[in-house]
């Protein structure tokens, strides 16, 4: 047997009480694909910002290529032929792709020997791995999809045997994921080593060789991916089985809840967002919209939620709702029944340096049930309230008095989805519920979901995770450049129709 | 207005828009580099102060350089220690640095001089002299060009020849070298400097470093060059209106040379035309001289346009978790 390109022993690392990292070792073969797979916060991402010396492990050591090699700063991971792509990408957006390539590499004290140089090296190497960019683009102008290519030039640029992606398709739309993992197939042909992040299961079961399992900081596993299945992976990384498809009975659609009729929505930079779009929710089902981050769906989300002004009509149960003046806010939307769980809960919905109780009574603050008289709050109340709804929801740890950003992303999304589900809303606006989540408490919100659904609920689910929208949707709209391309019945459709949808391909072909 | 006033006008606005212009391209590295210095006015007033102070107790003006561009190095190195070191708030720590030299530079001025908070007058080789160009006597007689260039061109100090020459000079660095990369990238996403193996922190330094150099040139030209000695406060807003420039220049080295001949023309204006009769109506002295100020704000508020400042500028580089 060969020498691992990658072998690391015994890792350790704490971030103050928290321990991210326990005692973790692993064997990654040259000329392989690596996945690395757990829940957020298990701790993938701070063991390969250790191999990448972002940071410094407590204990452990790092072998390279059968040596042993110390890794104090990304300098010397980059001299060791490590090449990390980020989940957030670390371009300069108003540098042009060749600068961001050559920076930090450059060979020369002068930059346009330097550049030119790098034109010629970045030329082959689009050319052998199809890895096409213009490189005099600025970063800004490109794509995420192209933006993530740059961070793979980047890291070829500086002749990187092993590569690490985190997150990869996070960003990317299905036919860019399929493109990039063609790239890194013959990646692997040419003998380079990859890991591979993710907490997608069918990533992992798609691309990787061997699979390594994280949950809380340990490596629990690491098995050939031929010999492992999705549950057994689902069960490693949660420690218990987990329903991986949402068992729901078939919609029984009743009145129109939600109906919106000729919605646009212009930015504050005059650019146009929504762009005169229709459609209907009922009463007991699911609409989902899909499409790729940034087509638009925030947005929409947001105007119906009262905080972006728009212009159209929108009936909610029949009646119009005003759009302009002082009864166009999210205050008077949910006393009309609209609830909403926003896309970004740690902007848009909680406050992080709030308690639990403060943020669980938040939008509904007004209500009698909080007041004590006309001048004071009843914050007895709100506490017990809290408390009620945070056993429901099985948030953990269950002490109200906690600050928001003390709470993990999955139990914040239980605390703001218990806010609003509880609130019996007609219609449930729900963006990107799972985002961030780990796989236990999305099993959780999902049923959640349904079982408001089978109480004759409206529900209108935005989501970039095209798994979460053909599982849960009763039916499925697509949103590309702030229309919607289409709608599809999820029994009528597949993966590959949507993602062609969303890219805004609409044809005969699809 | 014949051409001999144009000229003069000319003349003094070379000499007016030098400080600005060393101070505007001071912030232009600091800022470039994701480092906000509001403190340019205060290390500009202690490079004054030192410079002034050295070169009358020494006899010699470049002695007197040198202690200027050291003050404002060392304030730099506070400035650069509160907000890269410990990510502290920058703009309260330029605002310190400015009351500190504010305060400092006239006490210790009464301590040492004992003149009311002013250093003595400065005469001989203790003041930057003016260095006439050569040909003078051949080209002076040449009509219009002649004129020009004894008048315009010629006869100013050593700094205004070093602040026009700072402008190519930096425009190079910035866009044509290594460093350059690095220390704009490091004002946009210091991330990306940082995973690519750079030292965030020691290419900020750096441009810390080269802000309190070109700040003290600024500050020196003031009491040895400009003014024979130093008075209190005699800076007088020009760090300000340097910051201006830059954000007017966009952060450009060319487009600052540009700003601080206008912020400069518009000083000399000042100077040169005290009270203007419009038809019976006076144009109070006092208004001459706010107009450089007024024109300040009216150029900021109405005619930048859009002004991208770099995008990581003003906050301390954490290492993301």
Redesign the interface.
Known sequence: MSTPAIELKGISKA?GPVQANKDISIRVMPGTIHGIIGENGAGKSTLMSIL????KADAGEIWINGKKTEIP??????RAGIG?V?QHF??????TVL??V?????D?????P?LARARAQLKKLAEEYELNVDPDALIEDIGVGMQQRVEIL?SLYRQADILILDEPTGVLTPAEADHLFRILESLKREGKTIILITHKLREIMEITDTVSVMRRGEMTATVRTADTSPPELAELMVGRKVLLRVEKAPARPGDKVLEVRNLSVTDDKGVKRIKDISFEVRAGEILGIAGVAGNGQSELLEALGGYQSATGTILVNGQPIDLTGSKSDGRTRRDRGIAHVPEDRQREGLIMDFQAWENVAFGYHHRPEYQKNRFLMDHAAMKADCERKMERFDVRPPNPMLLAKSFSGGNQQKLVVAREIERNPDLLLVGQPTRGVDIGAIEFIHQQLVALRDQGKAILLVSVELDEILSLSDRIAVMFDGQIMGERMPAETTAKELGLLMAGIRGEAA | MDLMTFLQLGDSTFRLSTPLLLACLAGLFSERAGIFDIGLEGKMLAAAFFSGAIAFVSGSVWLGLLAGIGASLALSLVHGLASITFRGNQLISGVAINFLAAGLTVVVAQDWFGQGGRTPQLAGAARFQNITLPFTEQIGHVPFLGPVYVELISGHTFIVYLAALCVPAAWWLLFRTRFGLRLRAVGENPAAVDTAGISVVRLRFVAVGICGVLCGIAGAYLATALQAGFIKDMTAGRGFIALAALIFAKWRPWYALYACLLFGLLQAVALRFQNINLGGFVLPVQFMDALPYILTVVILAGFVGKAIPPRAGGEPYVKER
């Open positions: 971030f990448y010396g972002f940071y700063d990304s300098q010397h991971a980059i990390m980020f670390k371009l300069v957006e108003n540098f600068e961001n050559v920076l930090g590499a450059e020369g004290a002068l930059l346009r330097t980047k």
